[in-house]
């Protein structure tokens, strides 16, 4: 298995009923997030997204839509769900499909493999179904319905009635396993973020748990089930296997990818952290094979105080920001503005509120008025420093800080508290120049040391910052890096390692500054509809 140092990161495989929202696309850059962190901290990489096309809810969407199940899952991976991945600027290393034989095939080898060490078995059940969640429900996780619903149980995630299904279906024994998962919980504490989600499941486990039917003979859309074809698989038990089929697992040969990366970091939405927490780990321990390094159930995002819904017609389009805004501003405000972790409310006020202050104004004017000042009185090249004093010096302090602090929230996937460090340096670097006033030092001809010092630290405050908003930011930091000559002088910004930024000087005396364009440029009232 995986030994360090390797990170491998893993988003939900995301169901292909409709077109992706800004709920899922938080859900892709917070995992690119940590996996290009992770990449500049020098660390093998691998990171997986993909999508989800099989199920009952496919099914009646596509019937629906008068195409077949593939019909319809083809199109809207093409048109919808692979473009949202340049929206956001997400780098991923795949994207896996669960209609592709690379997957089913590895879904029925790891199922056979449970049926074959007798962890699956055939029975009856009856219970409540949600459609939406692909999932039978208690009575206890059910809402009493209101208005047209009134008398019937509705799921409380999707607001709409259950259905009472009996089938004959393939069960998997996971009631054996409520001990050694508690055990998992309690030897390893981080596995299940935050700790708020943490407590949810073990509470859940420690109730006990029932077997979980695993089949279904209703309908057919779905991988086959290799000793009973009259069966296909439940959606989940096929949809959670993807994140060792991508690694290229078989039974016989566990593969060069599984052996690197696995366990994997799986980012997933908290209203789907049971299914990874529980269902997930329980299946690995029955094939034999280890469990997930770390299951992160992150907030909901908040429209109008209700879950983002395309249903309840609260789904936005990322596409509907980015087109205003860049995907800069996109990645950056929704993993500052919300405790990652935590619900959060979306509004394009406060989106163009952070904009305005914290991009345009905060990081964005520094950049422009550092790299003009350069060209102006360093003739376009970046200057010696001469002695530091203590205001310089400072900023060398904040920027270690900043490191330490960031790197140590990343570790804990607190995104927010790790742009929060790195952001220091913005608001330090732009006291800075409000107290040391170069433009000022420059009309007096015996200071021009004191002014070379003054911008050389400012442009090394902007190589610490390019390189640590990097992963938060990819084209931004590009376009200063570039500007600041940083290419051509130390090489491409993909290649600086984040654990050695703090290293001073690494911009060299005589680096040819170029100009550089608003890296966020004014958005007029018009732009915003």
């Keep these: ?40 901290c020098g660390v093998e990489t691998w990171s997986l997204t993909g999508t989800d096309e099989h199920g009952q809810k496919i099914l009646r969407t596509a019937v629906a839509n008068d195409v077949t199940p593939k019909e319809w899952a083809d199109k809207l991976v093409a048109d919808a769900w692979i473009p949202l991945l340049e929206t956001i600027d997400i780098a991923n290393d795949d994207f896996i499909r669960t209609t592709e034989e690379r997957h089913e095939s590895v879904v029925q080898a790891f199922l056979q493999k449970l049926y074959d060490d007798d962890f699956i078995y055939f029975g ?16 206890d996780d059910l809402a009493q319905g209101t208005g047209e619903f009134e008398g019937q149980y509705v799921c409380p995630i999707h607001g709409r009635p259950v259905e009472v299904l009996k089938e004959a279906n393939y069960f998997f024994r996971m009631s054996a396993f409520g001990d050694r998962l508690l055990e998992l919980y309690e030897t390893q504490p981080d596995f299940i973020q935050p700790d708020s989600l943490r407590n949810e499941i073990v509470s859940f486990v420690r109730r006990g748990l029932d ?4 089949s279904r003979q209703s309908f057919d859309w779905g991988v086959r089930v290799p000793w009973d074809e009259k069966h296909v698989f439940y959606v989940w038990f096929d949809a959670l296997i993807n994140y060792i089929s991508a690694l290229g697992w078989r039974a016989d040969q566990p593969g060069e990818l599984f052996q690197r990366f696995w366990p994997s970091n799986h980012i997933v939405g908290k209203d789907i952290a049971r299914f990874h927490a529980v269902i997930w780990p329980a299946m690995l321990m029955a094939a034999g094979l280890p469990t997930p390094r770390r299951v992160f159930g992150h907030g909901w995002l908040l429209v109008g105080g209700e879950k983002m819904s395309k249903s309840k017609l609260t789904g936005i389009a990322p596409a509907q920001i980015t087109d205003v805004f860049g995907s800069d501003a996109f990645r950056y405000y929704f993993l500052r503005a919300i405790s990652f972790g935590q619900d959060g409310s979306f509004s394009w006020e406060d989106l163009a509120a952070r904009y305005q202050a914290e991009l345009a104004n905060g990081f964005g004017n520094l950049a422009s008025r550092v790299v003009a000042m350069i060209g102006r009185y360093c003739d376009g090249r970046v200057p010696a420093a001469g002695d530091l004093d203590e205001a310089d010096a400072r900023i060398q302090q904040v920027v270690e800080l900043a490191v330490e602090r960031a790197s140590a929230a990343m570790d804990r996937f607190a995104i927010h508290e790790a742009i929060t460090a790195i952001w220091t340096i913005v608001d330090e670097l732009n006291g800075y120049l409000t107290e040391q006033e170069p433009w000022k030092v420059a009309k007096d001809e015996s200071k021009v040391e004191r002014l070379h010092t ?4 400012a442009a090394e405050g902007l190589r610490a910052l390019s390189v640590l908003l990097a992963p938060v930011m990819p084209k931004s930091t590009a376009q200063l890096w570039t500007a600041l000559g940083a290419d051509a002088a130390i090489g491409p910004l993909a290649e600086q390692r984040i654990d050695h930024v703090a290293s001073w000087g690494q911009l060299p005396a005589g680096a040819d500054v170029s100009t550089l364009p608003p890296l966020f440029p004014r958005i007029e009232a018009d732009q915003l509809g």
């Design 211 to 214: 077997d979980l039917s695993i």
């Design 1 to 40: 298995m995986a030994t360090a140092p390797t990170f491998s990161v893993t988003t939900p495989i995301f169901y292909v009923n409709d077109a992706p929202h800004i709920g899922h696309a938080y859900t892709e850059v917070a995992a690119d997030v940590l996996a290009r962190w992770n990449r500049q």
């Design 124 to 139: 009856e059940y009856e219970g409540y179904y949600c459609v939406g969640c692909e999932e039978y429900k208690q009575p």
């Design 454 to 457: 003054i911008l050389a630290t």
